[in-house]
């Protein structure tokens, strides 16, 4: 575990200068519709592969899958947007997300097979031996027209518990290139960005002062400005996963911060 001193100095420091924004929590905005021009295809699969085939009682691997393909209205950033995609849900470098995704499942089942003599030999009931996989999306437009592809995945593959973890992506749907937070905020804003995250982080926790999440030990590891981010229509929301900063069972974190608490490092 990492030494906090420096960190709890620095958070007494932005808590102080940031204290008059505790209270300030605002509401997403419901409106899901997606930006003209820009069009949403579904892909859905549910694969059941049992361990044993000549077996009633045998375990399985279940694995379903609920995306969304998109379409820019040019062809360029079409192919980045679902390269992108591609390569975040399953490390490839095609454009085929349908594609990529067979590809995937076929390696799960492949890999899920070498369970099978152990099944065999033990005949457990063992619950590890059920597998599954279940990915899924929203698709949203944020922040002056950017594509928000929010991806949910949950997977388990023997262990103690599934693992979860939701990774956002967000589009210029003209170039099909994911935007980076330095492309909204202008020089210096990790400071602005920090004191507003500090006040959520304690807000979460319902701790006060902010300084009290690490002394009660909720963290396991530094506090940072998450680049998983969600840039929404009315506020940006920053993601931690479990294990980011928090044990398995904090789960995941979702600080949100209303843009018109940002305006003077926004562009």
Not at 41 to 60: F, R, Y
Not at 195 to 206: D, R, T
Not at 217 to 231: E, Q, R, T, V
Request: hydrophobic fraction near 35%; aromatic fraction near 12%; glycine fraction near 4%.
């Amino acid at each position: 575990m990492k030494k906090y001193a420096a960190f709890i100095y620095s958070l007494v420091l932005i808590s102080f200068f940031a204290c008059g924004n505790a209270d300030r929590r605002g509401t997403s905005n419901e409106d899901t519709a997606v930006e003209e021009g820009v069009e949403i295809t579904p892909l859905e699969i549910h694969e059941v592969m049992k361990l044993d085939e000549n077996g009633a009682e045998s375990p399985a691997l279940t694995i379903d899958i609920s995306l969304s393909t998109i379409k820019a209205k040019e062809k360029e950033a079409t192919d980045n947007i679902n390269q992108a995609i591609a390569y975040t849900l399953f490390e490839s470098d095609s454009s085929d997300i349908k594609g990529a995704c067979i590809e995937f499942i076929a390696n799960c089942k492949n890999e899920y097979m070498e369970m099978k003599p152990d099944y065999i030999n033990s005949r457990s009931d063992a619950p590890w031996f059920n597998n599954y996989y279940n990915m899924s999306c929203e698709v949203e437009t944020g922040y002056k027209g950017i594509l928000n592809y929010v991806i949910f995945n949950e997977v388990y593959t023997g262990g103690a518990h599934p693992n979860s973890y939701y990774t956002a992506l967000n589009f210029d749907t003209s170039t099909g290139k994911e935007v980076v937070l330095q492309e909204i905020f202008k020089n210096d804003w990790e400071t602005r960005v920090t004191q507003e995250l500090v006040v959520e982080l304690a807000n979460h926790f319902k701790v006060e002062p902010v300084t009290e999440v690490v002394v009660r030990g909720y963290l396991i590891n530094d506090f940072y400005i998450s680049n998983n981010f969600i840039l929404g229509k009315d506020k940006i929301t920053f993601i931690y996963n479990r294990y980011d900063i928090a044990p398995y069972a904090a789960g995941e974190i979702m600080l949100d911060i209303e843009y018109n608490r940002l305006k003077d490092v926004l562009k």
